[in-house]
C-alpha cells in the first residue's frame, strides 16, 4: 500500500444512520440486542455440532463454519456501530479502517464460496449417496473448507491494497455506518477507474463462480428428485435443500444489489438500507433458518436440555 497516501488523511468519519440523538439511543439497543442473538445463535449451532455425534455430518461441519465467519463477521462491524451510536458520532483512524475493510470483505468473500461448496456437497448427499462417505470424507471436508477461508482473504488482500493505495483528501465522511468499499472509494482524490474495474470483476467472480455452482447442484438435485418414487424421499431431499436455498437467496440477494447493480440513481441512504440487510439481518437468520425445521437439530437440543437436567429424561 502507498504509506504516503494513506497519510493524506488522519480519519475518516462515518455519518452513520442518523444524527438524532434520541433515534441514536434507540437503535443502540435494538443492534446490541440482535448482536446478543447473533453470537447465542451461531455459537449454538456451533456447540450443538460439536456435542451431539449424529451432527458430526459434512453437512453440519460446514454449518460451523458458516456459523463461524457469521460471528467474526458481525465482531468485525457491531461492536464499532454500537461505539459510535453509543457516543453520538463516528470516526475510524485510517488503519482501523483499513481493517474493518479487509476482515468483512475477506469473510464475506469467504461465506460466497462456502455456500459454493455447501450446494455441491447437497448434490453429492441426494445424487450420489452411495460414494457421499468417501467423496467428502473428512480430509476434504477441511480442504475445503480452509479454501473457502483462503479464497476469501486472498480476495480481500488484492482488493483493500488498491482501494487504500489512492490518496484520500480532507474532508473524509463516509456516507456510511461501516468502511463499505464503494463508499470509501467515492472519496479518494485520484482516478479510481482501474481500481474499480478490477473490484467489479472479482466481485463477479465471488458472486458468479458460486453461484453457479449453486444453480448447477441444485439443477441436478431437481432432476434427481423427480425421478424418485418414493413420497418419503421427495420430502427429505426438498426438507434437506430448502433450509440452505432460503440462505443463498437472502445471501446473494443484498450481495448482488450492493455489488453487481449500477449504483446510479440510487438514493444517498439506499446503500446504507441494503448493507443492513447483509450486515444485521443475514447473521441473524442463519441460524433461525437452518434450525426451526431441522429434526435432527431439535433432537441434538433436546438432550442438551436432558444433560443440563432441565428435562426429565424418557
Known sequence: MGADNLTTTANFILVGFTNDRKTQILLFGIILIVYIFILVGNLGVIMLAQAD???????????????ALDICYVTSTM????????VGHGELSVIQCVLQ???????????????????????????????????MERWHQVLLAAACWAGGFCVSVVCTSLIFSHSYCHPCCINHFICEIAMVLKLACDDIHFTEIIIFLFAGMVILIPFSVITISYGLILFSVFQMQSVSGLRKAFSTCGSHLSVVTLFYGTTTLNYIIPQSGRSPDSDKQIAVLYVVVTPLLNPIIYTLRNKDVHAAVAKMVQRLGFASKS
Open 53 to 67: 455425534s449424529h451432527l458430526r455430518t459434512p453437512m453440519y461441519f460446514f454449518l460451523t463454519h458458516l456459523s
Open 79 to 86: 461492536p464499532q456501530m454500537l461505539a459510535h451510536l453509543f
Open 101 to 135: 475493510t479487509y476482515t468483512a470483505l475477506a469473510l464475506s468473500c469467504a461465506e460466497a464460496f462456502l455456500l459454493g461448496v455447501m450446494a455441491y456437497d447437497r448434490y453429492l448427499a441426494i445424487c450420489h449417496p452411495l460414494t457421499y462417505a468417501t467423496a
